[in-house]
C-alpha cells in the first residue's frame, strides 16, 4: 500500500504546497484518494488517471474538497479520456447536494446530478466500508462540520494507516489509530494551545499524544498553514511521541 501526499498545507494552500489531499494506491486495484483540496488535482494528474480514483472525503470544508467539481469536469468532458465506469465516493451525507450545487449550471439553485460519474455512500460511524482491496472505518470526529477519520487496513497485507481528517484532539481519534503502521495527523495550531478557538484543530503536542497513546508506528504532521512554523510543530509533536515523526510534505510517498 502506498500513500502519496498531493498536499498537506492547513486551511488553504501555500504556494508549494496544496491543501488537503492523499493518494492511497495498491496494486491492482484503482487508486484511492483522501480528499481533493485547492490544488490537488494538478497534482493527482503526475501520479494516476484523475478519472479512474475512488474519492473519499474526511468532511467538507473547502480546504479538503474544492477540487473535486474541476475532478468532475475531467471525468466527464476530457476529449481523450474521461471516465469509463462510475466510481465510488464516500462523504458526509450532505455531499450530493453540496456538490451538486457547485457543479450545477443552474445558479443559485440548481444541484447538478452525479450520480452519472460516481456512486455516492454517506459515511456511518464505525460502519466499515469496502473500496476495493482495502477496508476503510469512519470514526467521528470534533469539528464544527460532520468530520471522519478514517482508517485504512489492506486485505493482503494486513497493512494500516489511519488519517485524522480535520479535528480537535478526542479518544475517538486514538481508536481510529490503534496500531496504526502510519498515521497522518493533522497539526494545525502548530505550537499554540488553540485555547482561542475549541473544538476546531490540534497542535503538534496532541497529534504527537494522539500518537504515541494510540501505539502507532510512524507519526506524519500534516494540516499546517502556511504562516505556522513546521520544523517546531513536529518538534512538539516528538516530544510526545518516540517513534519515526515528520512533516508530510507534498510528493513524498510512504510504503506501507
Known amino acids: ?10 486551511s488553504l494552500a501555500a504556494p508549494d504546497n496544496p491543501a488537503s489531499g492523499y493518494l492511497l494506491e495498491v496494486d491492482n486495484a484503482p487508486g484511492v484518494v483522501l480528499d481533493l483540496g485547492p490544488g490537488t488535482l494538478a497534482r493527482l494528474q503526475s501520479f494516476i488517471d484523475p478519472a479512474s480514483v475512488h474519492v473519499l472525503f ?32 464516500y462523504a458526509p451525507k450532505p455531499a450530493p447536494v453540496f456538490f451538486g450545487r457547485l457543479s450545477s449550471d443552474d445558479q443559485p439553485d440548481g444541484v447538478d ?5 460516481f456512486a455516492f ?23 464544527p462540520v460532520e468530520a471522519y477519520a478514517l482508517r485504512v ?17 478526542n479518544d475517538q481519534l486514538v481508536e481510529a489509530a490503534r496500531d496504526v503502521d502510519l498515521f497522518l495527523c493533522e497539526a494545525n495550531w502548530g505550537t499554540d494551545a488553540g485555547d482561542d478557538v475549541p473544538g ?7 497529534a504527537g499524544r494522539a500518537a504515541r497513546l494510540a501505539g ?8 499546517v498553514p502556511p504562516w505556522v512554523d513546521k520544523q517546531a510543530t513536529v518538534a512538539a509533536a516528538a516530544e510526545e511521541f518516540g517513534g519515526p515523526v ?7 510517498v510512504y510504503t506501507v
Open 58 to 89: 474526511s468532511h467538507l470544508h473547502a480546504d479538503h474538497c474544492l477540487d473535486f467539481p474541476s475532478l468532475m469536469v475531467w471525468r466527464r468532458f476530457h476529449p481523450d479520456a474521461p471516465a469509463v465506469a462510475r466510481s465510488l465516493l
Open 246 to 252: 515528520e512533516f508530510g510534505e507534498p510528493g513524498t
Open 121 to 143: 455512500t454517506p459515511w456511518r460511524a464505525h460502519e466499515p466500508e469496502i473500496v476495493d482491496r482495502v477496508t476503510v472505518t469512519p470514526y467521528p470526529m470534533v469539528h
Open 113 to 117: 446530478d452525479l450520480s452519472d460519474t
Open 216 to 223: 502507532a508506528k510512524r507519526l506524519v504532521i500534516i494540516h
Open 153 to 169: 487496513e489492506e486485505h493482503t497485507t494486513g497493512a494500516t494507516l489511519a488519517y485524522s481528517g480535520d479535528t480537535a484532539y
Open 200 to 206: 476546531m484543530h490540534m497542535n503538534g503536542a496532541e
Open 1 to 10: 500500500m502506498r500513500l502519496t501526499i498531493l498536499g498537506s498545507s492547513g
